[in-house]
């Protein structure tokens, strides 16, 4: 999940709060869809348009707003960001004809726009840079008392990203293929070619704190966050260093 969760959980005063033990993503996987080709695009394009933008104070909006405002577009003066729309129905909104925009993940993204439902204008990942945006986590009691299982678990996330990094998208695509029963080899094949090319996942696993401030810093510019969580309580990087230590 995202690591925000843990921020938002240990600032609610839980004892038994999540720890962060290894990061998967390092940045946003979402795309920004228009209803028409647009070579050109720039992040001004969207000004006095509506963007179906995701679950409000969820990270993929929150990181959409960040990139907006980063590329001078100002959230409800210049553009219209809905988070009226569940994660699960926006693709299905926006081919209804709702909004000018839509952000999704794959492979939805490429899915609707082989379908020419829509068009990729932009990466939300590329534009908004590093952001520890997937990460693995459990609960203190769990941590503490199972040491070897989030070791065991860790190492087997760590083989994963190694065999990511060594493989082709086409391999890849092959390996993923039987969880995305409705997406084409050729758009798997795009969708892991897109995700190696702008470094989406974190080969070493290690959530950093200048990674976690820079999420928290986005957080606040949401307008989500009072207070910051401490990195040495929500954040062990042991269990991933000792991955990269014993495996080879």
């Known amino acids: 999940?995202?690591?925000?969760?843990?921020?938002?959980?240990?600032?609610?005063?839980?004892?038994?709060?999540?720890?962060?033990?290894?990061?998967?993503?390092?940045?946003?996987?979402?795309?920004?869809?228009?209803?028409?080709?647009?070579?050109?695009?720039?992040?001004?394009?969207?000004?006095?348009?509506?963007?179906?933008?995701?679950?409000?104070?969820?990270?993929?909006?929150m990181t959409l707003e960040y990139v907006l405002k980063e590329n001078n577009v100002v959230p409800e003066k210049d553009v219209t960001v809905r988070t009226d729309i569940q994660f699960a129905v926006m693709a299905g909104a926006f081919t209804g004809g709702e909004g000018d925009f839509v952000t999704l993940f794959e492979p939805v993204a490429s899915m609707l726009e082989k379908e020419g439902a829509g068009h990729i204008v932009a990466s939300i990942g590329e534009a908004g840079g590093y952001i520890p945006y997937t990460c693995y986590c459990a609960k203190k009691s769990l941590i503490e008392s199972n040491p070897k299982v989030i070791q065991s678990f860790t190492n087997a996330i760590y083989k994963g990203m190694k065999w990511v990094e060594t493989h082709t998208p086409e391999e890849i695509a092959q390996s993923i293929s039987p969880q995305f029963p409705d997406a084409d080899l050729e758009i798997l094949t795009e969708v892991?070619?897109?995700?190696?090319?702008?470094?989406?996942?974190?080969?070493?696993?290690?959530?950093?704190?200048?990674?976690?401030?820079?999420?928290?810093?986005?957080?606040?510019?949401?307008?989500?966050?009072?207070?910051?969580?401490?990195?040495?309580?929500?954040?062990?990087?042991?269990?991933?260093?000792e991955a990269m230590q014993s495996i080879q």
């Not at 240990?10 to 290894?22: R, T, V």
């Not at 810093?217 to 991933?240: C, H, M, N, S, W």
């Open 1 to 61: 999940m995202g690591p925000e969760a843990s921020v938002y959980v240990f600032n609610q005063g839980k004892e038994d709060y999540a720890i962060n033990f290894a990061q998967l993503t390092q940045r946003d996987g979402s795309f920004l869809l228009a209803r028409k080709p647009m070579p050109n695009f720039t992040f001004a394009d969207v000004s006095g348009k509506t963007i179906i933008g995701g679950r409000k104070g969820g990270m993929p909006e």
């Open 192 to 241: 892991a070619k897109r995700y190696k090319d702008q470094d989406t996942w974190k080969p070493d696993l290690v959530l950093t704190k200048e990674g976690l401030n820079h999420m928290m810093d986005i957080i606040e510019l949401a307008g989500e966050l009072d207070q910051r969580a401490p990195y040495e309580k929500i954040v062990t990087t042991k269990f991933a260093q």
